[in-house]
């Protein structure tokens, strides 16, 4: 441990010189700090449209490139996000300004877009793809002025609202013409720091935004130095893109530095603050309000009718009566015995415990600020090694679980917990990944990043998942308070409101509304192209949702357990999951109302993707429902006199 102790700081200090010498930053360690004319290079992270949800590399399209082109190399998140961090030809020096430049070709020679090239952009163009570029990691924004009436005042002043979108669009349609946006102004903010007299003053890059702009080619002058000077006012048309034949343009750019009192460690609060927070607060709150309410009256119900049971079920025994039981102690012979398909069973709720296991520790650490949107691709990555490692958690719950279902096939119980859900969800996404290679996007997973996640797969999570399964079955099975009758007993008729799908209807919709609001944000985040950054309330939501689901599931396994039905094993696992339900309804309407998708192939993304979140949706609130339920039950039955 002390050597341990002496090597973190000089790792973290080996790690800091390194950043110094580069313009690419590890984030979260150290700042770099520039002086006056250094390099800021601009790098391009990919293009993207929430109108085909299909990423594309920044070089897909004709724009200029650098004499060498240098791809860095990305974590597992990067990859999977699509993401090709590439550089540019942009010259862009630290407090120097450029009023404008033409980025490649000679100022004599424009670019020519061939036939094909030209059809491409337009196409690009039409589908509403947006650029993305960063500068010392620092994502590029458009700034959006809009304007509202004042109501407040007498003479309705407009107040001038400013909001930010992420990137810059490609380009814009207006009576069936295309135009490009050729003509990016680079707004870079610093932060002087404090130096010393005898010390070259050092920069900060705080904030980097762009104004797209597309000017015609004959509207603009070049010189022989590959200068350039713009049209004044509205003297200039935009430069159309005809996609039938080859357009002639040139690509040019603008450098504007303002100095900035944001701090280096405040500089992500502009790009955090893009969606209207009050809202979120809001309704996060009203949201625990309600949810607490809630579960504190069904708390207070069920807890008044089981201590009168008990205290009734116990008299009866005294007295030695002859009276007939009734209600959940007459199935007390049938309650634990084991359901059909029990390894199934205990495989579903050991992937369950292992994604339970994984989002809190995600959620928890990123609301420590450890996964924060600067540390591009880390909460995905993160993710997927925590579910790899937490198959031994996930193992030990269902082999014990196992046992305790009379089950004793142990070694094709592990191999079905390793392979059933991961398996779905590695299918799934091949099949969807081919659809994604046939449109050559960046948003397709390599071949040799596959073969990496296979190797995980089977090198590391099932390996674990065996090893946790083997003492998970060889501790001892949970302990039952009561015997289980050889001869199962009828069940009685039952009523409507006891039908499994009334059931997933009425307990799904309790934990959905604790969690409506963050999903909301959380579609924003995936399929708009939007940071989700307050972890902090997810933590807290996610407590509300267990809470919840515990308490629904309780209840829903108490009412029929009183109906004299004792399979309750995969019906309160179904039931208890019963918010994924809705959470599909929402996906649909989500799709319908937010996304302006109309192919087929971002449809079927849309919904593949969508399919693994409910199914994951299901596997972790169902296996919150059925461990309670199990407790619940065992609860109640240890604390009644049966002969």
């Known amino acids: ?76 998140g ?35 877009l061939t036939v094909e090239q030209s059809r491409l952009v337009a196409e690009r163009i039409t589908e509403d793809y947006y650029v993305h570029l960063i500068a010392d990691n620092l994502p590029v924004a458009t700034r959006l002025e809009l304007y509202s009436n004042n109501r407040d005042s007498d003479d309705k002043k407009k107040e001038k609202d400013v909001q930010f979108e992420h990137g810059y669009r490609l380009g814009f349609t207006d009576v069936n013409k295309i135009y490009l946006h050729n003509h990016l102004s680079f707004i870079l903010y610093y932060h002087r720091e404090d130096m010393e007299e005898d010390q070259e003053h050092t920069y900060r890059v705080v904030r980097f935004e762009v104004i797209p702009q597309s000017i015609r080619l004959e509207d603009l002058k070049t010189d022989e130095k590959s200068s350039c000077i713009l049209p004044e006012g509205t003297n200039s048309s935009p430069q159309e893109i005809d996609p039938t034949k080859e357009n002639q343009l040139y690509f040019t750019y603008s450098v504007h530095w303002e100095e900035s009192d944001i701090k280096w460690a405040s500089r992500w609060d502009t790009y955090l603050t893009m969606s209207d927070v009050q809202i979120h607060w809001f309704s996060i709150i009203n949201s625990v309000v309600v949810v607490f309410f809630l579960s504190g009256i069904l708390s207070m119900i069920i807890i008044r009718t089981l201590r009168k049971d008990i205290a009734n079920y116990n008299k009866e025994d005294d007295i030695e009566d002859t009276m007939e039981e009734s209600g959940w102690k007459l199935v007390h012979g049938d309650v634990f015995r084991p359901p059909q398909y029990p390894m199934i069973l205990s495989s579903l709720l050991g992937s369950g415990i292992q994604l339970f296991c994984m989002i809190l520790i995600v959620i928890f650490v990123a609301m420590l600020g450890m996964l924060s949107p600067s540390s591009r691709g ?44 991961p398996g779905v969800v590695f299918g799934i996404c091949f099949v969807l990944n081919c659809f994604i290679w046939g449109k050559h996007s960046s948003g397709a997973v390599p071949f040799p990043t596959m073969v990496a996640l296979l190797c995980m797969w089977f090198g590391i999570s099932l390996p674990l998942v065996y090893l946790g399964y083997y003492f998970g079955f060889r501790k001892q099975p949970y302990d039952n308070p009561v015997r289980t009758n050889q001869i199962p007993r009828q069940i009685p008729e039952q009523r409507w409101y006891m039908n499994r799908f009334v059931g997933i209807l009425m307990a799904g919709i309790l934990p959905f509304g604790a969690m409506f609001i963050e999903l909301f944000f959380i579609f924003s985040a995936i399929w708009e192209n939007q940071f ?35 399979r309750w094993w995969w019906r309160n696992f179904l039931v208890s999951g019963g918010s994924a339900f809705y959470v599909l309804v929402y996906a649909i309407f989500y799709f319908v109302n937010k996304l302006d998708i109309v192919e087929f192939i971002p449809s079927l993304l849309y919904f593949g993707y969508t399919a693994l979140m409910v199914l994951s949706f299901w596997l972790l609130t169902g296996t919150i429902g059925f461990y309670a339920a199990y407790m619940f039950v065992r609860k109640i039955y240890a604390a009644v006199k049966i002969d």
């Open 1 to 76: 441990m002390a050597a341990a102790m002496v090597w973190w700081p000089r790792f973290l200090l080996l790690l800091c010189l390194t950043c110094k010498t580069s313009t690419f930053y590890v984030p979260g360690v150290a700042p770099i700090n520039f002086h006056q004319n250094d390099l800021v290079e601009i790098k391009a992270v990919k293009l993207t449209s929430s109108r085909t949800q299909l990423p594309y590399e920044y070089y897909s399209l004709p724009f200029c490139q650098p004499d060498k082109i240098t791809y860095k190399a990305e974590n597992l």
């Open 378 to 421: 880390a909460l995905m990555t993160t993710a997927c090694f925590l579910f790899m490692f937490m198959g031994v958690f996930g193992g030990f719950s269902a082999g014990r679980l196992y046992r305790t279902l009379k089950g004793h096939r142990w070694k094709k119980g592990a191999f079905c917990t390793a392979t059933l859900y």
């Open 532 to 566: 989700y950054y307050l972890f902090g309330f997810l933590f807290l939501v996610f407590i509300i949702l267990v809470v919840s689901c515990s308490q629904i599931s309780i209840v829903m396994v108490y009412f029929q357990l009183c109906a004299e039905d004792y």
């Open 78 to 112: 990067e990859v999977l996000r699509g993401d090709r961090i590439v550089n540019t030809p942009f010259q862009v020096l630290m407090n120097s300004e450029k009023k404008c430049e033409v980025l490649c070709g000679q100022a004599s020679k424009p670019v020519t």
